[in-house]
């Protein structure tokens, strides 16, 4: 029976104490173990910022890429070993700024993998700066006025270029965040997880206390039922993306690997060795 500590290298990670992020780190080891993936079979992709560092502290292959590129690098593992669980994480500035156009070519090519944003609202490892996420007036050293720009809403986006799975969880509820990321990599497809992470050093106003008093858990709803794509479009507009929980999941998804022809087969599954004799020949040419 497979521990999340199992999923642990052991480094002490350098976030500031009390951020968001030391929950979906454990959060995505708990589901790690109890979906029981082999150490060997998981494959953490992560860009810049303070989201990137999250692919060096866990026991497993890992990337850490440059910035807004590591979805491109993610769907190239998953396309030449199909038998990885890959996932990619990613910050605001990542997904929604520089990083945007993966993000959405991503969500329409439907590779079978999964996409965690930490979203905290702001650029902390630039200490402190105003991102595409950043409500309307938030004020930081690059908007001493407040922000005059509308705020991307990840969820509202993802769904309208018709992303197959989509989930929003939240740093303080742990229990959904774990049971969200689970079901995200169960799914059949490419699976977004958007998860609201407090940076407790640079962004005062979007605090663990906010998010409790403003955010919507569709869990908690009565006569909770799997919503259906208007439904969820409709939630996510009326809670302006402020709500928690499966949000959409398309059951008929199919994903991208799956509509090759079965002859193209993954590199992983190829002889790629050449002759001495050819490989000499190529060394010889430089």
Same mark, same amino acid.
């Given at each position: 029976?497979?521990?999340?500590?199992?999923?642990?290298?052991?480094?002490?990670?350098?976030?500031? $104490?009390?951020?968001?992020?030391?929950?979906?780190?454990?959060?995505?080891? !708990?589901?790690?173990? +109890?979906?029981?993936?082999?150490?060997?079979?998981? /494959?953490?992709?992560?860009?810049?910022?303070?989201?990137?560092?999250?692919?060096?502290?866990?026991?497993? =292959?890992?990337?850490?890429?440059?910035?807004?590129?590591?979805?491109?690098?993610?769907? *190239?593992?998953?396309?030449? #070993?199909?038998?990885l669980t890959v996932i990619a994480a990613g910050g605001d500035g990542?997904?929604?700024?520089?990083?945007?156009?993966?993000?959405? %070519?991503?969500?329409?090519? #439907?590779?079978?993998?999964? =996409?965690?944003?930490?979203?905290?609202?702001?650029?902390?490892?630039?200490? *402190? %700066?105003?991102? $595409?996420?950043?409500? !309307?007036?938030?004020?930081?050293?690059?908007?001493?006025?407040?922000?005059?720009?509308?705020?991307?809403?990840?969820?509202?986006?993802?769904? /309208? #270029?018709?992303?197959?799975?989509?989930? &929003?969880?939240?740093?303080?509820? &742990?229990?959904?965040?774990?049971?969200?990321?689970?079901?995200?990599?169960?799914?059949?497809?490419?699976?977004?997880?958007?998860?609201?992470?407090?940076?407790?050093?640079?962004?005062?106003?979007?605090?663990?206390?906010?998010?409790?008093? %403003?955010?919507?858990?569709?869990?908690?709803?009565?006569?909770? +039922? $799997?919503?259906? =794509?208007?439904?969820?479009?409709?939630?996510?507009?009326?809670?302006?993306?402020?709500?928690?929980?499966?949000? =959409?999941?398309?059951?008929?998804? %199919?994903?991208?690997?799956?509509?090759?022809?079965?002859?193209?087969?993954?590199?992983?599954?190829?002889?790629? +060795?050449? $002759?001495?004799?050819?490989?000499?020949?190529?060394?010889?040419?430089?």
């Amino acid at each position: 029976m497979a521990n999340m500590k199992d999923y642990s290298n052991n480094i002490i990670p350098n976030w500031c $104490p009390g951020c968001g992020h030391f929950s979906i780190q454990r959060a995505l080891q !708990v589901a790690a173990s +109890k979906l029981e993936i082999p150490n060997e079979k998981l /494959a953490i992709v992560s860009g810049i910022g303070c989201s990137g560092r999250i692919s060096g502290y866990m026991n497993s =292959y890992s990337f850490h890429g440059i910035h807004g590129r590591s979805l491109p690098i993610a769907q *190239g593992i998953k396309a030449s #070993n199909r038998d990885l669980t890959v996932i990619a994480a990613g910050g605001d500035g990542d997904g929604f700024a520089i990083g945007l156009s993966h993000t959405l %070519h991503a969500i329409r090519r #439907n590779i079978n993998m999964t =996409y965690i944003v930490l979203n905290n609202q702001i650029y902390g490892l630039t200490k *402190g %700066h105003t991102s $595409p996420l950043s409500e !309307v007036g938030f004020e930081t050293k690059s908007t001493p006025t407040g922000s005059i720009e509308t705020p991307i809403r990840p969820g509202i986006v993802a769904l /309208a #270029n018709g992303i197959t799975f989509l989930g &929003q969880g939240f740093s303080g509820y &742990q229990e959904q965040l774990v049971d969200i990321i689970i079901k995200a990599i169960q799914h059949e497809g490419f699976s977004m997880v958007n998860v609201f992470s407090p940076c407790i050093t640079y962004n005062k106003i979007n605090t663990y206390q906010w998010f409790r008093e %403003h955010l919507i858990n569709l869990d908690e709803e009565e006569n909770k +039922k $799997p919503l259906n =794509y208007q439904e969820a479009m409709n939630r996510l507009i009326e809670t302006e993306g402020l709500c928690t929980g499966v949000i =959409y999941q398309d059951p008929t998804s %199919h994903s991208y690997l799956d509509k090759l022809q079965p002859e193209k087969k993954p590199l992983s599954h190829l002889n790629l +060795k050449i $002759p001495e004799e050819d490989f000499n020949n190529l060394i010889n040419l430089y």
